[in-house]
């Protein structure tokens, strides 16, 4: 119960007792009046008339605190509820920024994902246009070897002298191939050498078939790792899986490099 509720009922409490007061007073006067009580109408009169005076006063200023307190209770109702009216558009009025920030942060985000994705596209057409042009180079080149390979074939004569010359000079050349195969794996992309390999075809095709063809297999990986090593360095497109292909080339290189070796150092005795 609030406290103008108090107040309202004791008033009102108060009025209905100077009432009833009133009205016991009225008949007590009355019955005063009659007979064998004329006698005492004159004291009664001496009190009556200050009774009749004074309650409608009291009664006017119950009533007029009544109304003050009335008229108190509805401004602080109207203050209250000004207030809540304030504080209701204060919170709309966050809300709503709060809303603006946050789409403007979704657009944001929205457009910082889509330049990602059109990075990212881009640089995977990139990477496969290399790609292409790489496979490209190889099959020519592999197309040149096979060429290469069949007009050797026709030729009868075999000439010993620059197979001799040659095989030194390749014997080095996969013995540098195989330290570099086998160095401990630092991080660091270092290329294979196939100068002696490229520069002497005609030597290559008159070894023994089973280390030619050896050969073939082994120089064929060593390229493969070569352009892992373009890619990266060159074009600066290094990244993790590369990484792995190169040192599973490199572990490949070594192993099949350590089985031809001693083939080699008997042909070049």
């Known amino acids: 119960m609030d406290w103008w509720q108090i107040v309202l009922i004791i008033l009102v409490s108060i009025i209905v007792g100077l009432l009833a007061g009133y009205l016991l007073s009225y008949l007590i006067i009355m019955l005063l009046r009659k007979k064998p009580f004329a006698r005492k109408r004159q004291a009664t009169a001496v009190v009556e008339e200050p009774l009749k005076s004074t309650v ?42 709060t809303e603006q920030l946050a789409k403007e942060q979704a657009k944001r985000e929205a457009a910082e994902v889509r330049r990602a994705g059109e990075l990212e596209k881009r640089e995977r057409k990139e990477a496969e246009q290399l790609a292409k042009e790489q496979v490209k180079r190889e099959a020519e080149e592999a197309r040149r070897a096979k060429e290469l390979e069949k007009r050797e074939r026709k030729e009868t004569a075999v000439v010993e002298e620059p197979l001799k010359s040659t095989v030194p000079n390749l014997l080095a050349e996969v013995e540098n191939n195989r330290r570099t195969a086998t160095e401990p794996w630092a991080g660091k992309l270092l290329p294979f050498q196939t100068n002696v390999w490229d520069a002497s075809p005609k030597e290559v095709h008159i070894l023994p078939v089973n280390l030619r063809e050896e050969l073939t297999e082994i120089y064929t990986d060593i390229r493969l790792a070569n352009s892992i090593v373009w890619l990266s360095t060159e074009l600066g497109r290094r990244s993790h899986s590369l990484d792995e292909n190169y040192v599973k080339l490199r572990t490949n290189i070594a192993e099949r490099l350590g089985r031809i070796k001693p083939l080699m150092e008997q042909l070049g005795e």
């Open 56 to 97: 409608p006063n009291l009664l006017a200023g119950l009533i007029k605190n009544h109304v003050t307190t009335e008229q108190q209770v509805k401004e602080q109702a109207k203050r209250e509820a000004a207030e809540i009216r304030r504080a209701g558009e204060r919170e709309e009025r966050e809300r709503k920024e």
